[in-house]
């Protein structure tokens, strides 16, 4: 069974750091594209990154380019994203998602001050 | 940028009622489209993959089609357990892009 879990949410400050991981398991993680959505509260879907399997390329919107980074430990079957000037559009629940058709259960980000 | 234009935002429909939801893509997207079923505190989850393809464990009552740039979710006898969010995403192109959302509720 596929499973992906995030950690790493939290309240934080505008203008400040955070980096979101997830552990995947029951599928071989080197074999898979993988990205991260988001959800604002009460809002739609957001794209925010995805790398491909060996994670030498990666894609953003332009909403979050030069600010997150996107990356992952194939020994660790772990991916991260690292969010850098964070501001208060970027609350939201973070997924981790497999190619668009697993998702995890979602990490809370609130930026506030 | 591809945009997805979903349609209605909301709805209301009675038990055992077709209900069909679409999305109009801006830009040919050939069949690189998924449909997703959202539930409140939920994450969403897979139900049309690739326009026309039903997901595993979801009920055959659900079934996606394509007429030119128009992309359709329909449930052919709404059930209960149908309300919720649905939400359509492209993944032909970068960036990836979804529609609006449409809350489906039940009269």
């Known amino acids: 069974e596929v499973q992906l879990v995030e950690t790493g949410g939290g309240l934080v400050q505008p203008g400040r750091s955070l980096k979101l991981s997830c552990v995947a398991s029951?599928?071989?993680?080197?074999?898979?594209?993988m990205s991260w959505t988001r959800q604002a509260p009460g809002k739609g879907l957001e794209w925010v990154a995805s790398?491909?399997?060996?994670?030498?390329?990666?894609y953003y919107p332009d909403s979050v380019k030069g600010r997150f980074t996107i990356s992952r430990d194939n020994a660790q079957n772990t991916l991260y994203l690292q969010m850098n000037s964070l501001r208060s559009e970027d609350t939201a629940t973070y997924y981790c998602?497999?190619?668009?058709?697993?998702w995890g259960q979602g990490v809370m980000v609130t930026v506030s001050s | 940028d591809i945009q997805m234009t979903q349609s209605p935002s909301s709805m209301s429909a009675s038990l055992g009622d077709r209900v069909t939801i679409t999305c109009q893509a801006s830009?040919?997207?050939?069949?690189?489209l998924i449909w997703f079923q959202q539930k409140p505190g939920k994450s969403p989850r897979p139900m049309i993959y690739?326009?026309?393809n039903l997901a595993n464990g979801v009920p055959s009552r659900f079934s996606g089609s394509r007429s030119g740039s128009d992309y359709s979710l329909t449930i052919s006898s709404l059930e209960s357990e149908d309300m919720a969010d649905y939400h359509c995403?492209?993944?032909?192109?970068?960036?990836?892009?979804f529609g609006s959302g449409t809350k489906l509720e039940i009269k």
């Open positions: 029951g599928f071989t993680f080197n074999n898979y594209w």
């Open positions: 995403l492209q993944y032909k192109q970068y960036p990836l892009t």
């Open positions: 830009q040919d997207i050939g069949n690189n």
């Open positions: 998602t497999r190619a668009q058709l697993n």
């Open positions: 690739y326009a026309t």
């Open positions: 790398i491909t399997n060996s994670g030498g390329s990666t």
